[in-house]
């Protein structure tokens, strides 16, 4: 999210005050637009709330504008685009696509979901990632996958007791533990490397291990 807001604040292109019409939108780096306006008297506006202190301040790589406030993106990511905006996830969303489910967790909501790194996708049996991937392996797949899963409720690190049992969209059951009032473990060997990671349809909390539903266990 801290990424997304910094982007939102960049352009390609370096874009001087004498370049600006009276008013334009344009790509951020975060992907989403903003506007930027320019008054009579040549005050420069973005987003008609963040005025241009100092403008025109040159770099080696660009033009650096300052400004008096930070600046929102209007849109939040769902789950998804929020996997596919962070290249850590890159394999989850393969595996997503894989099996169908982006349509799924792209919905209302809301969901609670562990989102495995890249890295957590590689400590696998040698070929049972190759294997979940094929066609022919989609119901494992969506197993696993669905295991990761909370429907109905965001889950947040502050709302976690202790200990804690909760049923899985796959429908087996994840055992959520705190130790030490900071470190979250799943099933006793996953544990959250990043919480609360907000979206429009939910919350990601990113983890180091693969969780396997005992139906698929190795």
């Known amino acids: 999210m801290l990424q997304v807001i910094l982007e939102y604040h960049v352009i390609h292109g370096a874009v001087h005050a004498a370049d600006l019409k009276p008013e334009q939108k344009v790509k951020t780096l975060a992907g989403s637009n903003i506007l930027v306006e320019?008054?009579?008297?040549?005050?420069?506006?973005?987003?008609?709330?963040?005025?241009?202190?100092?403008?025109?301040?040159?770099a080696s790589n660009g033009v650096v504008h300052i400004i008096d406030n930070v600046l929102m993106p209007h849109h939040r990511h769902n789950i998804v685009e929020l996997a596919e905006a962070d290249k850590?996830?890159?394999?989850?969303?393969?595996?997503?696509?894989?099996?169908?489910?982006?349509?799924?967790?792209?919905?209302?909501?809301?969901f609670t979901v562990f989102a495995p790194t890249n890295e957590a996708f590689a400590k696998l049996p040698a070929g049972e990632l190759k294997k979940l991937l094929e066609p022919?392996?989609?119901?494992?797949?969506?197993?696993?996958?669905e295991y990761h899963v909370i429907a109905g409720a965001a889950v947040h690190s502050k709302d976690l007791k202790p200990t804690q049992t909760v049923k899985s969209l796959e429908g087996d059951n994840l055992l959520i533990e705190v130790m030490e009032n900071k470190y979250v473990f799943i099933n006793?060997?996953?544990?959250?490397?990043?919480?609360?990671?907000e979206c429009t349809n939910g919350v990601?909390?990113?983890?180091?291990?693969?969780?396997?539903p005992d139906g698929n266990a190795q």
């Open 204 to 212: 990601v909390h990113i983890v180091d291990n693969v969780l396997i």
């Open 136 to 145: 022919a392996h989609i119901k494992e797949l969506d197993a696993v996958l």
């Open 38 to 58: 320019k008054d009579k008297h040549g005050n420069v506006l973005v987003n008609r709330k963040a005025k241009v202190t100092s403008a025109d301040n040159l």
């Open 88 to 110: 850590d996830l890159s394999t989850l969303v393969t595996a997503l696509k894989a099996g169908n489910l982006t349509g799924a967790l792209s919905g209302k909501g809301p």
């Open 188 to 197: 006793r060997k996953s544990r959250v490397l990043h919480a609360d990671l």
